[in-house]
């Protein structure tokens, strides 16, 4: 049987970021499809919360770690976690999980963490949804660590 990924859909192409912009990146489609695996694509925030919608952060708050939007500080860690327990339910082969980095549902070890006075904590969390299939046992990559972006740097 095939290998299954599953991906975060705004790096397929998906018009689903918080803005609507759209942050593909095909080649790291193209090398997961190389590789053999099944391409399977999830967005919780796009699902949970439409699209356009307010942005969010991980914030350290009196009951722990929660994903609030920026503004008008509504949590929205229980429907995104409701929505990743289902899909790793439905998709119960998932053999691996790339998030799109720095993203509060979907990084890895790229997503940031406040404090309630907007202070950066820490630039090495886990976005919402990551944490659920690491909990599970299930590889977790960043799309930054599965297939670094070129240096763009001029030296
Ligand atoms: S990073 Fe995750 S939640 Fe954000 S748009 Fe991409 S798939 Fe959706």
Redo the contacts with the bound molecule.
Sequence with gaps: MGRKVAL????AG?N???NGEI?ARSEVVEKLEKEGYEVV??????ACFG?PREAMDLTVTPEGVKALTKFSGEDRTPPIVEYACDFFDTHSDIDLFV??AR?????VRTARLYDGEGNLLSDEEA?V?AAEARARGIRVLDDEAYLPKPDTTVS
Excluded: Q
């Design positions: 975060s859909a705004c790096l998906k689903c970021r918080y942050k694509l999830f967005c919780p925030e796009d699209t998030g799109k993203s509060p549902s979907c990084g976005g949804m």
